[in-house]
């Protein structure tokens, strides 16, 4: 049994905003620390960035614009806590403490992300989608239902009916949707609006990689301050994280669908 949301979805909408600003932190140091919290609907973002850069009004404006539409922006830039950016100062270290367990995909999770997919390539709006077994469920904003249940005849399509969906409708707020990025596995924090040297972010891509890999389930813990996990140096698994989110394209890539 699997939930799957698409882009569009409002939690996803604010995870894409996070994201969005810290690829636009890496643009300006690619050795910048940034948190990101963000919380989005009915007109309004509020954004809170503990962070290494600066960030003006207008820049992040233009981001939030951008994904989400005409908004009120309510803007919070601090600088990192002095204690927690020393931790990085001479190596890279971890930077929090975690619990992580990377796990296989199954050929269900693998199904339903295909499905969020095909859909989302047709209707560019809000839609959640489980699959549970035989049983699909589908709720896709600003679609005919009709449509839907030709294309997915056992389907079941809308079952209050259609919907317009948004941040008009529901709010939306950062790794608030972790199910649906992660599938079965399991982190103590959320990957999205973080850079790299958090371990929610690298060691929550490293275990999910390696259980693909492996085939079987991952489990790996860190303290803060950390130059080894899992046998490895830090260092090494930020990197391989690092080379994961270039592949895609950042990390508003990495927050449109997660890690599947």
């Not at 799957?4 to 995870?15: E, G, I």
């Not at 932190?25 to 850069?53: D, F, M, P, Q, R």
């Amino acid at each position: 049994m699997i939930e799957k949301v698409n882009p569009s979805h409002p939690d996803k909408v604010a995870d894409r905003i996070a994201g969005a600003l810290v690829d636009l932190a890496y643009s300006k140091n690619e050795n910048c620390k940034i948190a990101v919290e963000v919380l989005i609907g009915h007109g309004n973002c509020h954004i809170i960035a503990e962070t290494s850069e600066q960030f003006n009004y207008e820049e992040v404006e233009k981001i939030v614009n951008r994904i989400a539409g005409s908004m009120k922006l309510d803007l919070n830039v601090v600088k990192q806590d002095i204690q927690l950016a020393n931790n990085q100062k001479d190596k890279i270290r971890c930077g929090d403490n975690g619990i992580f367990r990377g796990v296989p995909l199954t050929k269900e999770q693998k199904e339903i992300s295909k499905i969020a997919r095909d859909i989302y390539s047709k209707y560019s709006s809000d839609g959640k989608y489980i699959l549970d077994g035989d049983k699909l469920i589908i709720c896709q904003s600003n679609a005919k239902t009709e449509i839907l249940q030709n294309m997915y005849q056992s389907a079941i399509i809308n079952p209050l009916g259609e919907w317009s969906g948004g941040t008009n409708v529901d709010t939306g707020a950062v790794n608030r949707k972790l199910g649906s990025d992660m599938a079965d596995s399991v982190t103590g924090g959320g990957i999205h609006g973080k850079d790299l040297s958090k371990a929610d972010v690298s060691i929550n891509i490293y275990a999910f990689k390696k259980a693909q890999s492996l085939g079987k389930v991952v489990n790996l813990s860190c303290a803060i301050g950390d130059e080894f996990v899992d046998g490895k140096l830090y260092s090494e698994i930020v990197s391989e994280a690092k080379e994961y989110i270039d592949s895609i394209g950042g990390f508003e890539k990495l927050a449109e669908w997660g890690l599947f």
